[in-house]
């Protein structure tokens, strides 16, 4: 997907430098034709000898440079590239691009570009957290940049995690081959469903569940980085939705078929949410206030719509339609009823009993349903499990 693809890296000034070494190689690896630009903080990490060496071509790194400057070599670089990958994106180039700041090579290329920019942030987890970084990053999302991590994890100072790491080098590989239109899924659309659905009791309580809504944003980049348009609905989740899909906030099951619904049609549908099965027949219009007499009120309950089910059964069904089951007990038995009871084609089922850890949690363990059988995979992180499932989707539709 990549062969004799342009690509022009840009080489930002950090640790997590050392990694575009391991991904000049990848794209190389692929047919990919790889320029590289240095910045000066770049240069403290890596030397342009070594980045060189595996480009197999000049690198660039002075936009005063007189050689190649004599035929405005900035806006030749600009033009030449079918892609532009920033990586790592230091908060200072993040800075400049969304300001159109060009002080520098790299940052007067990617000013002068008018193709697609696909960036990988690295930073501390406090710098990536600021203001102004948030700021920056939504600007850059509106003029179309394109996004790929940060991911979470232990950071080059001693103690310090969280929200900052670079993307793996695999990861950009493959956002960059959905930038250029590539991928398995490339001309699919795909809905996603995640995250919880808060039902109200009154304006100012819910009942909900404990889903973070980790797995099914993990499996919206992981079909976005396949080449798929993806329809992410998501429920009040605790984590942030992917960059590149379009998104659907909701609060209720009801609010969530309404957005499925609107959706369609689409080639598949991935129903990952945790979607509550009752909600308060007998919402209370105001808060509900303690009487003195140490009586609980009495809450009415009604059965929500089963949108896995009509997806499933409905006049526009996707040709492939997942659902998903947290169990607690007898998890393959009731994941292989559920299946057949809905009507959809794949259960992917886990279990959520608190000692797994998994319900909230960064790992999974799950097990693949289809009229062909169960398939019980390892525990690994929800990534991992959101990638395997989503090339397993590539292979089903193509």
Not at 150 to 158: L, Q, S, V
Not at 297 to 326: C, H, M, Y
Not at 378 to 397: G, T
Request: charged share 20%; aromatic share 4%; glycine share 8%.
């Amino acid at each position: 997907m990549l062969a004799d693809k342009r690509i022009l890296l840009i080489i930002g000034g950090g640790i997590a430098a050392y990694k575009a070494l391991d991904l000049i190689r990848r794209l190389r690896e692929r047919g990919a034709r790889v320029r590289a630009v240095m910045t000066q903080a770049a240069q403290q990490f890596i030397t342009p000898l070594s980045v060189g060496a595996l480009t197999a071509d000049h690198v660039f790194t002075d936009l005063f440079d007189r050689q190649d400057e004599q035929d405005v070599g900035h806006i030749r670089l600009a033009r030449e590239a079918d892609l532009i990958v920033v990586a790592p994106a230091t908060a200072d180039l993040m800075a400049k691009l969304a300001n159109g700041l060009a002080n520098d090579l790299a940052s007067a290329i990617l000013l002068a570009t008018d193709k697609t920019v696909l960036i990988a942030p690295a930073m501390n987890p406090r710098m990536w957290s600021r203001p102004a970084t948030l700021r920056n990053r939504a600007t850059l999302a509106a003029d179309g940049v394109l996004f790929i991590g940060p991911a979470r994890g232990e950071m080059a100072e001693a103690g310090e995690a969280g929200e900052g790491r670079m993307a793996e080098p695999l990861d950009i590989v493959a956002a960059a081959e959905a930038a250029l239109g590539g991928g398995p899924l490339a001309g699919r659309h795909v809905l996603v469903t995640s995250g919880p659905t808060h039902e109200p009791i009154d304006p100012v309580r819910y009942i909900a569940n404990r889903s973070s809504g980790a797995q099914g944003t993990a499996l919206a980049a992981a079909l976005r980085d396949l080449g798929a348009r993806v329809t992410f609905i998501t429920g009040p989740a605790t984590v942030p939705p992917p960059q590149g899909v379009a998104v659907v906030s909701v609060e209720t099951a009801r609010e969530m078929l309404d957005a499925v619904q609107a959706a369609l049609p689409a080639d598949a549908a991935v129903m990952a949410a945790a979607v509550a099965d009752w909600r308060v027949a007998n919402q209370g219009a105001q808060k509900m206030k303690k009487d003195g007499s140490g009586r609980a009120p009495a809450l009415e309950f009604a059965e929500n719509p089963d949108i896995l089910a009509t997806v499933s059964k409905g006049a526009q069904r996707p040709r492939l339609v997942v659902g998903f089951a947290a169990e607690t007990e007898k998890v393959v038995d009731h994941a292989s009823a559920k299946r057949l009871r809905k009507g959809c084609d794949w259960i992917v089922a886990n279990d959520v009993s608190p000692a797994t850890g998994i319900m909230g949690g960064a790992e999974n363990a799950v097990t693949l349903i289809s009229a062909a059988g169960a398939e019980t995979w390892e525990r690994m992180p929800k990534a991992m499990v959101a990638r395997r499932l989503a090339e397993r989707i590539a292979e089903a539709l193509a």
